[in-house]
């Protein structure tokens, strides 16, 4: 599907019969109020409860509110920063990873003692520094099919802050499928998004993205970089938007679209409308359960044999005098980071630009291409065979891959 530049898909820009579906409207708080709140909860929220829009009714359904967060990463550390700090009395955080040096320049929720941590349990700590009063549920494992469902039904609305494709539809079909509400945002090099799907009010993702990108089109924050700041914009959006939704104040992101742009430092929100034809929250809707395989859905499919080459088999390879030219497609700035010995650089981007350069590969060689961790490479890779070059294969992995099953010695990023 064509997209503008801003990654808004054409077939759903609004038009004038959108106008009134995409208007902002009010809806009913989520969440009845919890029990009277305490002194140390009066004073705590007072500049809070002075507002009379949430008022000690809105604090008490805050109280009360039980919001799942997907990734404590660079969207999940503002939003659950702020819903602690806020008083949402239960807070579930879902993520399997540890926290990596490379994470710290956005993932504020953690510091450098927290390295090789779960990231569960250090969110787990920082949300009780900042706040003994509420309470954290860690989930330290993946969101998959066989979870989703359990997890979700354990609290009234779910925050996504994850930047994989296959976690997203995941979480929205799973919220669709349990009537929750699904505030979504997203992050990649200088621009975010943000919106709220509900499918019992407005569209759900899958209207505005009927179809998961293909591989390798739509890099993921790893690949294409992120402004570390740009976290804290969308993922304040988020925050926002959960504590609205709990407390029914304001006009919820519902069927609306949230696009920051942070180098011109514009906001800008475009109306969503329900696709007639979703399969999954449409009147005539196909889909009435999980998919099996979120991963393959969105082409994360096993490489086909031939296409790719193990780190180990290329360290044999090279030891065995096979001498295959390795061609590193990333970008300058990652090849003098780590690169594997005797590379060559040739950026990707240049690849595509001018697929004549393949013709200066030398001809007696094997060319295994490597990227980051496969993506860009499959790109290389069907490129290099178009050209031509059909004893190409890529490295499995990438860099990444290598440095964990044969040179850990090397920084990884
Ligand atoms: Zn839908």
Known sequence: MARDAAGVPAARQPG??????????????????G??????????????????EVGEVGQRRLKNARVLCVGAGGLGSPVLLYLAAAGVGTIGVVDPDTVDESNLHRQVLHGQGDIGRAKTASAAAALAAVNPLVRVEPHPTTLDVGNARDLFAGYDLVVDGTDNFATRYLVNDAAVLLG???????VLRFDGQASVFWAAHGPCYRCLYPEPPAPGDAPSC????????????????????????????????????????????QQRTVALRRDPDCVLCGPRATQRDLLADYAYFCGVRPAAAGDTISPAALRDL??????????????????ELVRL??????????????????????????????????ARSARALAALRAAGRTDAVHLDGGILAWIRDVDPTLPGY
């Open 318 to 335: 090279r030891a065995a005098g096979g001498d295959p030219l390795v061609l590193d497609v990333r970008e300058p700035w990652e090849h």
């Open 35 to 52: 029990a009277a709140l305490t002194a140390a909860e009066r004073r705590r929220y007072a500049r809070q409860l002075t507002l009379a």
């Open 16 to 33: 004038p019969r959108d106008r009134r579906e995409g208007a902002a409207m009010a809806l009913p708080a989520l969440v009845a109020p």
């Open 180 to 186: 929750k509400p699904y505030v979504w945002g997203s």
């Open 341 to 374: 010995a005797g590379s060559v650089l040739l950026p990707l981007d240049r690849l595509l630009a001018d697929p004549a350069r393949v013709a200066e590969l030398p001809a007696d060689r094997r060319v295994v291409v490597h990227c980051k961790s496969g």
């Open 222 to 265: 790893a690949e294409g970089g992120v402004l570390g700041v740009l976290c804290a914009a969308v993922g304040a959006v988020q925050a926002t938007e959960a504590v609205k939704l709990v407390t029914g104040i304001g006009e919820p992101l519902v069927g609306r679209l949230l696009l920051h742009d942070a180098l011109r430092m």
